[in-house]
């Protein structure tokens, strides 16, 4: 597949890694910082492995495919632990644009 195909889910990809990426400063700034310790860890590990795949797939890189199940596993887990923090906006995004990255990620496994 081209890149072009790809070029929506690319953008997905560098949009969850920049909604985890102002999650991690925003998380920063809360009063009990050590209460997101994992929200933090899990926004990092995702924010990275959003931003390699998205690289990976616009350079049309037979690796690229392989990251897909890894990426969308992930982004499901940031999901998940962000969603315990809805009352913070920051967490509300940030656990939408991983659902939705997840869900990318795991349509192109199956083209």
């Given amino acids: 597949m081209t890149t072009k195909f ?4 690319i953008d ?13 400063a925003a998380c920063f700034q809360e009063d009990d910082v050590k209460m997101l ?3 933090i860890q899990l926004d990092i590990d995702c924010a990275e492995m959003c931003s390699l795949t998205a690289g990976l797939l616009a350079r049309g890189s037979k690796y690229a495919e392989p990251l897909l199940q890894v990426c969308a596993d992930i982004c499901n887990a940031c999901a998940e632990e962000c969603g315990k923090h809805t009352h913070m906006d920051h967490c509300k995004a940030c656990a939408e644009a991983c659902k939705k990255c997840a869900a990318a990620c795991e349509q192109m496994q199956s083209v």
């Fill in 6 to 9: 790809y070029q929506s889910q």
């Fill in 37 to 39: 310790t994992d929200c």
């Fill in 12 to 24: 997905e990809l560098n949009n969850c890694a920049g909604i985890c990426n102002y999650c991690i």
